[in-house]
């Protein structure tokens, strides 16, 4: 839901497995890739939602593993130095966290008020917030959205951007060009048109501008080491 992004953290907690819809996974997948990272925390220890939230995970994004962060992770030391504390595992994109999950119950200590004896875990609430924000990125207003509003795109110039394909992970946000054309139609009356093209095709591809990212390593054949110099030495 679109309602989602008046935040750019969603919570999920629970202690039995989690029963989710083919469309519910879809919508949590929707509202990664959109922008935004869900944190997840096990309740009272329960073995159900423990392996049942593994499991949604696995099937909302298959392209990644969760795995588990060493003490010395930028998490805890985002505000205030946690030495590890509690255990987390997350599932990124190789550029951000997608979801952020702990096995101890954080929420507990928050519900208990346990300021005194718990201060981690309060503190813990804080070092996600600045680890998916920034260090200096404030919150938006109330009613404010992370996510841009759809745009008329009717009677504007259209700029088209090639997403080049290859064997590694070049797609790793893929509802990005829909967020920038959203912002460069309201903003700078322009429409971005992009598609998918096979890097050893590139040679035939009219855009002049071509968007090549990537979070691993590369090891390109002849023929997509060809399609990009075809691409360049045509004009793009």
Known sequence: PF??????????????KPTFSEDEIKKLRTFAYQGGTILSITECGGAGFKTGIREIYRK?????????????????????????TP??????????????????DVA??????????????FYFGVNVSR????????????GKTYWPFPADTGGLKTVKIARVKYGGNYD????AMIALDRRLSAEEKLHVEDSVVDMD???A????????TGTDGMSLSPAQQNGLKAYVAGGG
């Open 172 to 175: 790793p946000e893929p509802l």
């Open 3 to 16: 309602e989602w992004h008046d935040a750019p953290i969603l919570l999920i907690s629970g202690s039995r």
């Open 108 to 121: 507990k200590s928050w519900q208990s008020r346990k300021y005194a004896t718990q201060k981690l875990m």
């Open 131 to 142: 680890y998916v924000l920034g260090q200096w990125s404030d919150l938006l207003p109330r």
């Open 60 to 84: 909302a994004f298959p392209r990644y593993e969760m795995r588990k962060i060493a003490p010395g992770h930028t998490l805890y030391t985002a505000h205030e130095k946690l030495n590890g």
């Open 205 to 212: 591809c009219t855009a002049k501008v071509a968007l090549l």
């Open 87 to 104: 255990p987390v595992s997350i599932l990124s994109n190789g550029v951000r966290p997608l979801v952020i999950h702990t096995d101890y």
């Open 201 to 203: 095709k590139l040679g």
